[in-house]
């Protein structure tokens, strides 16, 4: 059903404890056509009251996903999820992940990296909450691969020496081509940029 009004009326007549979930968009103060940009701290306090309204409403087991962008301020960038962090928390929820979408559209800046996601905080009222993990599981990126945590304290290279003993090898034959040195700290760089031990 779709309610075509103020939210805060909505929620109003909302009982409490009765929502399960609760997932918004709200508008991010940047000026869009549906609103007026206002002063962050007025700003803030308009979305405490939307989601003092909402944690009451929600059930003991319920969630709130909250999705918002950046607010700039004269070419600064004001995460919104960071300033609204504490409203929640400060309400007793929990936060249970903090989730990025990440998409290739949107304007281009010029005098930083274009902003190229938003976020999704996602909060819970107890420990008692409703989670379905299955449904939504993705395959793991190395399946078979086990006890990660009992290598944690190895680097890159050490990490490719216990799973990777045959590339390992390859790796030593070719270190020997050529000068061992040269190629022992371009690849220990290679692997301190993009494997997951190292960084
Ligand atoms: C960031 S947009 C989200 C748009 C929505 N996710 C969509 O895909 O259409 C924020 C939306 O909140 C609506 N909005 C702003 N203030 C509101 C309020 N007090 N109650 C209900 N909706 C409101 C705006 O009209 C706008 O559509």
């Not at 609103?35 to 405490?48: F, N, S, W």
């Not at 939504?136 to 945590?149: C, S």
């Amino acid at each position: 059903m779709l309610y075509p009004g103020d939210c805060l009326k909505l929620l109003a007549a909302i009982p409490d404890e009765s929502l399960s979930l609760v997932i918004t968009s709200p508008p991010y103060n940047i000026g869009k056509e549906y609103e007026k940009k206002l002063k962050l701290e007025t700003y803030i306090e308009q979305q405490a009251a939307v989601i003092r309204e909402c944690v009451r409403c929600l059930s003991p087991q319920g969630s709130i996903c909250w999705q918002v962008g950046n607010y700039v301020d004269g070419g600064g960038i004001i995460p919104l999820d960071t300033v609204l962090y504490p409203i929640f928390t400060e309400a007793g929820l929990k936060m249970r992940n903090r989730i990025i979408w990440h998409f290739e559209h949107g304007l281009h800046c010029s005098r930083r990296f274009s902003g190229r996601y938003e976020t999704v905080i996602w909060f819970t009222k107890t420990d008692k909450y409703t989670f379905s993990l299955d449904p939504v599981r993705v395959p793991q990126k190395y399946p078979g691969k086990k006890y990660f945590k009992t290598y944690s304290h190895l680097n890159g290279l050490e990490f490719l020496m216990v799973h990777e003993p045959a590339l390992w090898t390859e790796i030593q034959d070719v270190i020997a081509a050529v000068d061992a040195e040269v190629c022992k700290t371009s690849l220990r760089s290679i692997c301190e940029a993009s494997c997951l031990l190292c960084r």
